[in-house]
């Protein structure tokens, strides 16, 4: 085969010849992706540090995106969809993905198989470092990799095959087999390949003012279709997510208040977009002074970000019971510490991404997105237009965790797709992302706590600062959740506690799995052990000693009749506790700079927004063929919503999860279920769903007058109703169709029950919460301060477990997420703006997980359940620095825990 013809690069794609005409140092992602429609090549960094993007090469897994299209000449390319359509070791291996859960949100899926189908093709049965060492060039940030290591080496599979499907099944996902075939489709996956390319204007300095040069003429020169700044924005220049905190413009007008802050966006064929440099955009900047740090934005004289937010606060909440200074006066002992924690990336695998297209009059927005009414919602305000010209339809979300709740790309897509009238597309650069999307809250910690000698908690004093950056985002949220959590899950008779955002020249900080629980976790749980050992009182009994329980009221007044199930996580933590504590002793008995530690940390969380209304929505109808359409509008980021919803609603009808047909989240069609944040879905949307098949149940059964205990067995064109010896037969062709070809259907709703907190925030924040304990046993290298996680324990009480499989998959998951926060993860703007410097636990960081599922019914979830996702990082890093502390003697009080600040502190400690 001739490499080269005429400026052509042939090549063998997937067992057949193909032809392109790559530009000079075209990426072979590009190629691919764009004039090949191999869009089952995923590209997450376009710098070789993700490995998304990874394909065989004669062989060999090669990142995509560092390989110049024309070096592909002659070769032999595979990809993950060709290879699992055609090599029985790929589909086998896809059927084993599917199996274990491996594939969460799906988009790093197809960089770990193909890796994954390269050893398999040389080892048969490699061991489990052979695996980590083939994939740790591929980074997961949903799975925390122990379930693909578990497909990849063949293990029993996770999933069992159940006819019904219904809860409490550990069914496969519903949508796997996309995601592991390469047929799932992104936000960057959809747009048709003439499409217009967007191009975003950012600032490169956190405060500067600035002033446009001559925007015609460049366009002119450029030769591109449009220029957009604030002028073109339609409707209201602003964005945000909570009312009375709207406040990010969707372009800067005059001073930019972060770098990365949008200030224009260029529009123009995707042939010129690639030759672009945005150095040529005609802006000038004139750099301000800037507070990055929140002494110094609190410090008099400080420029002020927004002038009607005096001090650069931006709102406080606040939580107080009893008289904790008196509490404290009397305690046998208190322990006070102050807390720090840095900016921490999302670092999901997809960038924002995303096309708009105009259609009939109407704009079309698709894109990933964790809340897409809500996304509907915010293009009303900046388009100034009607919501009923408005189409946004999610595509899949390759990860979010809570930043793509906010809107990134939405207003830029319409605004182009209206001003051009031709389809448009955007994807954000891995660096772009990482400058100009939310981040976890900074925070500093001001935390006491104190014991009687019987080791009963008799006070907790909690003052937080929270780092909210340049605009509000979800801080009021993190503001107002973190008092109500700070005690823990615990009885804390006297009790106060403040958080305050605190407006900087940084990036927005917005909601990151657990709304700054967390980080106010990290205090209490590291204060808790010191208490525990002035008292003399084993560590995990003391916490024990000071569960919640059934009855007793937490620091907001709120009282739980049933579902508190705390102390059952902590006791199931107990065998292995003392076995781990024992073998720790035993192993530091020796000599040696590796010390051995174990931690334990318990956490809780409120399900749904605080004290505010939260309503889910569930519409299904049935099709006179048969067909039961369930529309499912609750974002599946990845955490198993369209599988779990499913089968809620399926148990409630009645009938096989098999038999349901999925609908997505369009809004033309669906309605809204809510955003995917909180842990909300299971519980709120699930309780939609349960409403739903309840009603549309009882919709079946009155038609033939048959009884409650009837037996529903769909078929084409007519259901069976079988009650007793009798069959009823409902003709569903006999059926009058609505407007929608339903000739049954319903739409129920959900709204939990909380009451509004009052000026001590007293009151139902939550009308559920779920509860965890983690167990972290780790080894720290003294003479080099670094930590290695050996093994984690993680006891969790969610209340029914609706799919133990994928219960299993968040719990690993929010693990890796801890440690990273523990461990590693540190966002400096302008330093660590890529996932090279910016370091996420690799899958050879990530140790065995044992996962203990507690079921204590909750009063007001779907048979049961509770929420879980947010919960599983709450207690992870605080067992981390337990751990750490119990190994060296030194509590860690400021976050990440790198080899260098642990080598300091234990210097100061007194080690060698």
Not at 349 to 375: H, K, L, N, S, W
Not at 441 to 450: F, L, Y
Not at 550 to 557: A, F, K, L, S, Y
């Amino acid at each position: 085969m001739d490499k080269r013809v005429s400026g052509e690069t042939m090549f063998r794609l997937n067992g057949r010849d193909v032809r392109v005409e790559p530009r000079v140092g075209e990426r072979l992602s590009e190629a691919l992706r764009e004039r090949l429609g191999a869009r089952d090549v995923k590209v997450g960094c376009n710098a070789g540090d993700c490995g998304a993007c990874t394909v065989l090469v004669d062989g060999a897994p090669v990142c995509a995106c560092l390989m110049p299209a024309q070096q592909a000449a002659g070769a032999k390319v595979e990809t993950l969809a060709g290879l699992v359509a055609h090599e029985p070791l790929a589909s086998d291996l896809a059927r084993r993905f599917e199996e274990q859960g491996a594939a969460q949100c799906g988009i790093c899926t197809p960089g770990m198989m193909v890796s994954a189908v390269a050893l398999l093709r040389e080892l048969p049965a490699p061991s489990e470092g052979q695996v980590m060492d083939a994939l740790a060039g591929v980074l997961c940030r949903c799975t925390g990799y122990r379930k693909i290591v578990d497909a990849v080496m063949g293990r029993a599979p996770g999933a069992v095959a159940d006819a019904e499907g219904h809860t409490g099944a550990a069914i496969e996902k519903l949508d796997g087999r996309a995601k592991v075939t390469g047929a799932e489709r992104f936000g960057d996956d959809v747009a048709p390949v003439d499409a217009l390319v967007i191009k975003v204007i950012r600032s490169p300095h956190p405060h500067a003012r600035f002033t446009f040069g001559d925007l015609e003429g460049f366009a002119v020169r450029e030769g591109v279709e449009a220029i957009l700044t604030a002028s073109d924005v339609p409707g209201v220049n602003l964005f945000g997510t909570i009312p009375g905190f709207v406040d990010q413009p969707v372009f800067a007008e005059g001073v930019a208040r972060f770098r990365g802050e949008a200030v224009a966006a260029v529009v123009g064929r995707a042939d010129v977009m690639a030759r672009f440099d945005p150095a040529r955009f005609p802006v000038e900047w004139e750099v301000l002074p800037d507070v990055q740090g929140m002494a110094g934005a609190m410090a008099d004289g400080a420029p002020q970000l927004h002038p009607e937010r005096a001090g650069n606060v931006m709102c406080g909440g606040f939580v107080a019971h009893g008289d904790v200074g008196a509490a404290l006066e009397r305690a046998a002992v208190v322990a006070e510490g102050v807390f720090e924690t840095g900016f921490v990336e999302h670092a999901y695998i997809e960038p924002e991404a995303g096309f708009a297209q105009v259609v009939d009059g109407r704009v079309e927005v698709y894109a990933c997105t964790q809340a897409p009414v809500m996304d509907l919602e915010t293009l009303s305000e900046v388009l100034g237009m009607e919501r009923a010209r408005i189409r946004v339809v999610p595509t899949a979300t390759g990860g979010g965790f809570g930043s793509k709740l906010d809107v990134s790309v939405q207003p830029y897509l319409a605004i182009a797709a209206l001003k051009t009238g031709q389809p448009v597309r955007i994807t954000y650069e891995r660096g772009e992302s990482m400058q100009s999307t939310t981040k976890r809250h900074p925070s500093r910690m001001h935390v006491r706590i104190g014991a009687d000698a019987d080791g009963r908690i008799s006070g907790l004093g909690f003052d937080g600062l929270f780092n909210t950056g340049a605009y509000a985002s979800w801080g009021p949220t993190v503001a107002n959740r973190v008092p109500v959590h700070a005690s823990g899950p615990y009885a804390v008779g006297d009790y106060r506690a403040e958080a305050q955002g605190i407006h900087t020249h940084c990036p927005p900080s917005g909601a990151f799995r657990g709304f700054g629980v967390p980080q106010a976790a990290v205090a209490q749980e590291s204060l808790f052990d010191e208490l525990a050992d002035r008292l003399g009182i084993d560590r995990l009994e003391f916490r024990m000693r000071n569960a919640l329980t059934n009855g007793v009221p937490t620091v907001c007044g709120q009282v739980f009749a049933q579902g508190v199930g705390i102390l059952a996580c902590l006791e199931a933590l107990r065998p292995a506790w003392e076995a781990e504590r024992a073998e720790a002793a035993r192993i530091n008995a020796g000599d040696g700079p590796v010390r051995r530690g174990v931690g334990v940390a318990a956490g809780w969380y409120g399900c749904g927004n605080t004290s505010l209304p939260n309503p889910s929505t569930i519409k299904a109808g049935v099709r006179a063929d048969g067909r039961i359409m369930l529309h499912q509008g609750a974002a599946d980021i990845g955490q198993g919503s369209n599988t779990v919803i499913a089968q809620i609603f399926a148990t409630a009808l009645g009938v096989p999860v098999s038999r349901l047909d999925l609908v997505g989240g369009d809004t033309d069609v669906t309605p809204d279920a809510g955003k995917t944040s909180a842990s909300r879905q299971t519980f709120v949307s699930g309780n939609a769903a349960r409403l739903a098949g309840e009603a549309l149940r009882a919709q079946i059964l009155q038609r033939v007058n048959a009884g409650e205990e009837a037996l529903i067995v769909p078929g084409a064109d007519a259901f069976e109703i079988r009650e007793g010896a009798g069959v009823h037969r409902l003709d569903l062709t006999a059926l009058e169709p609505d407007a929608e070809g339903y000739v049954m259907r319903v739409a129920e709703s959900y709204d939990p029950p909380t009451r509004p907190l009052d000026q001590n925030g007293q009151g139902h924040p939550y009308a559920q919460f779920g509860y965890a304990a983690h167990l972290c046993v780790l080894e720290v290298d003294t003479k080099l301060g670094t930590v290695k996680p050996v093994r984690f324990v993680a006891a969790h009480d969610v209340g029914h477990a609706v799919n133990p499989l994928l219960i299993e998959g968040q719990v690993e998951g929010g693990i890796a997420q801890g440690m990273g926060m523990a461990l590693m993860e540190e966002y400096l703007p302008g330093r660590t703006e890529n996932l090279h410097d910016y370091l996420i636990p690799t899958i050879g960081d990530m140790p065995p997980v044992e996962t203990l599922i507690i079921e204590e019914p909750d009063a007001h979830g779907p048979y049961g359940a509770k929420g879980l996702g947010e919960h599983v990082l709450i207690p992870t890093a605080p067992a981390i620095l337990n751990a750490i502390r119990d190994a060296t003697g030194v509590q860690m009080r400021r976050l990440p825990v790198t080899p260098a600040r642990l080598r300091a502190a234990m210097g100061v400690a007194g080690h060698a």
